[in-house]
C-alpha cells in the first residue's frame, strides 16, 4: 500500500514536471539570444578606473588593473532579447521563456551570468512577478552583509551603500554557510551615460584558474579554509546598521542563535554589550553541484577588515564588524589580498546597465559588483536571491 502511494506521488511529480517544462516549451521565441556584433552592444563605453580609485581596498597595489572596460564578448555575459511579442505576452510568459533557456537550455550554468534585455518589467512589483514566475524557490538568508531594503514580497534593493561607494566584485555570502545559489537583479534606474555606476560582472572560471596558478587555492586548503570572524553590535546600543537585529531580522538573541548552525558558526558568544561575537570556517572553494567544478567561492577578501576601515560610511571605532584570516588563524598576506583583489578585478567587465534590465548570475560561476557613481543621479538596482 505504501509503496503504491510511493509510486503514485512520484508519476505524479514527473508529469508535473513534463507538464512545467512543455508550458515553458510554448512560450519560446519571446526571448532570443544576441547573435549580433557585441561591440554595438555597449558603444560609448568608456574605460573604468580600478587602481587608484579612493578607498578601494589593495587599490594601489599594482596587481590591480588601472582600468576595465565593456564585454568584448557575446559570452559573458550572455545576452538575451525580449522581441516584440514579449510586451503583449506579459510578464509570465516571458519569465517561462527565460526559465526555459536559463535553465532547460542549460546557458545559465554555461555561461554563469545572462542579461536580459526589453523584458516588459518597469517597476518592483513586475520584477517581482517575474522573479515569481521564475521556477527557482526566492529566498532571503540572514548573516549578510549588506543592507537592503525590502521593495516587493522577497525583492529587495541590491545594496544601500552610500552612491559614491564602489563595492568590490563578490559572491554573495560565500562568508556563510548558506547562500543563494543565483541572483536576479533588476536595473530600475539606469545611471545617465558618464555618471558612472556601471555593474561588474566577473567570470569565476577565469579566477579559480588564476587562484590555482599562483597557489593561492592550495595554501588556503592546507592552512584548513578560511575562518570568517563577525561581530554584530545591538541596535539598543549603536546608530549603525551592522546589528544582530538588522543582519538577522529577528529582535531576539534566541531567535539568532536558532539561525547561527545554518550560518556555519562553530562558536559565539554575547558580550556585556549585548553584542553578538561569532565565527565560521569554510574551504576558500565549492564543488558546483551541477557542473561538478571546483570554483573559488569565498568573502576572502570583501570580508576583510581593511575594506571595512576604508569604506568612509562604515563605523570602525569599535573594530570592524568581518574580518577573515587563514583557517588556522593566522593572518592572510597583504600581497595575496591584492592578488585575489588583482584576479577579481583583472577578469571583471564593467556593464552599463539600461532601465528594465536584468542579470541573472549563478552565484558560484559569476561574482558581481558595482562602480560608485555621481551622488544624486538617481541609479537603483533591485536584487532577488533564489535557492
Ligand atoms: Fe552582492
Same mark, same amino acid.
Not at 10 to 26: E, I, P, S, V, Y
Not at 41 to 49: D, E, F, I, K, S
Not at 350 to 360: N, P, R, T
Given at each position: 500500500m505504501r509503496a503504491g502511494v510511493v509510486v503514485l506521488a %512520484?508519476?505524479? *511529480?514527473? @508529469?508535473?514536471? $513534463?507538464?512545467?517544462?512543455?508550458?515553458?516549451?510554448?512560450r519560446r521565441g519571446l526571448l532570443r539570444v544576441y547573435m549580433g556584433d557585441v561591440a554595438?552592444?555597449?558603444?560609448?563605453?568608456?574605460?573604468?578606473?580600478v587602481r587608484g580609485r579612493a578607498n578601494l581596498p589593495s587599490g594601489e597595489s599594482t596587481h590591480l588593473p588601472e582600468t576595465i572596460g565593456a564585454?568584448?564578448?557575446?559570452?559573458?555575459?550572455?545576452?538575451?532579447l525580449a522581441g516584440e511579442a514579449a510586451a503583449r505576452a506579459g510578464i509570465q510568459a516571458? %519569465?517561462?521563456? *527565460?526559465? @526555459?533557456?536559463? $535553465?532547460d537550455d542549460g546557458l545559465l550554468n554555461r555561461h554563469g551570468a545572462v542579461l536580459l534585455r526589453g523584458l516588459p518589467i518597469s517597476t518592483p512589483a513586475d520584477f517581482e512577478a517575474f522573479c515569481s514566475a521564475l521556477d527557482w524557490r526566492s529566498t532571503k538568508l540572514g548573516g549578510g552583509g549588506t543592507v537592503r531594503t525590502v521593495l516587493a514580497g522577497t525583492v529587495r534593493t541590491a545594496s544601500d551603500e552610500p552612491p559614491e561607494h564602489t563595492i568590490e566584485p563578490h559572491m554573495d555570502m560565500a562568508h556563510n554557510g548558506a547562500f543563494p545559489a543565483r541572483i536576479g537583479f533588476m536595473m530600475l534606474h539606469g545611471p545617465p551615460e558618464g555618471c558612472g555606476g556601471e555593474t561588474v560582472l566577473v567570470d569565476m572560471r577565469h579566477v579559480t584558474r588564476d587562484m590555482q596558478a599562483q597557489g593561492i587555492d592550495a595554501e588556503f586548503a592546507r592552512r584548513g579554509g578560511v575562518l570568517y570572524r563577525k561581530k554584530l553590535w545591538s541596535s539598543q546600543k549603536v546608530e549603525h546598521s551592522f546589528t544582530w537585529q538588522r543582519r538577522f531580522f529577528s529582535d531576539a538573541k534566541a531567535g539568532v542563535e536558532a539561525q547561527l548552525p545554518a550560518a556555519g558558526a562553530r562558536k559565539w558568544n554575547w558580550t556585556d554589550d549585548d553584542a553578538l561575537i561569532f565565527e565560521n570556517a569554510l574551504p576558500a572553494t565549492i564543488v558546483h553541484p551541477e557542473t561538478g567544478e571546483t570554483l573559488w567561492f569565498n568573502g576572502i577578501h570583501t570580508n576583510h577588515r581593511d575594506y571595512f576601515d576604508l569604506a568612509p560610511h562604515i563605523d570602525t571605532a569599535d573594530g570592524s564588524p568581518f574580518d577573515t584570516f587563514y583557517a588556522d588563524g593566522g593572518e592572510i598576506e597583504p600581497d595575496t589580498l591584492a592578488k585575489i583583489r588583482g584576479s577579481m578585478w583583472g577578469r571583471a567587465v564593467?556593464?552599463?546597465?539600461?532601465?528594465?534590465?536584468?542579470?541573472?548570475v549563478d552565484n558560484r560561476l559569476a561574482a558581481h559588483g558595482r562602480i560608485g557613481w555621481t551622488p544624486g543621479v538617481p541609479r537603483k538596482m533591485l536584487l532577488n536571491h533564489f535557492e
Open positions: %512520484a508519476a505524479g *511529480a514527473l @508529469a508535473a514536471w $513534463h507538464w512545467a517544462r512543455a508550458r515553458r516549451a510554448r554595438a552592444l555597449y558603444a560609448g563605453a568608456r574605460p573604468v578606473r564585454p568584448t564578448s557575446a559570452d559573458f555575459p550572455l545576452v538575451v516571458c %519569465a517561462q521563456n *527565460a526559465y @526555459a533557456l536559463l $535553465h564593467a556593464v552599463a546597465l539600461q532601465s528594465g534590465d536584468v542579470v541573472v
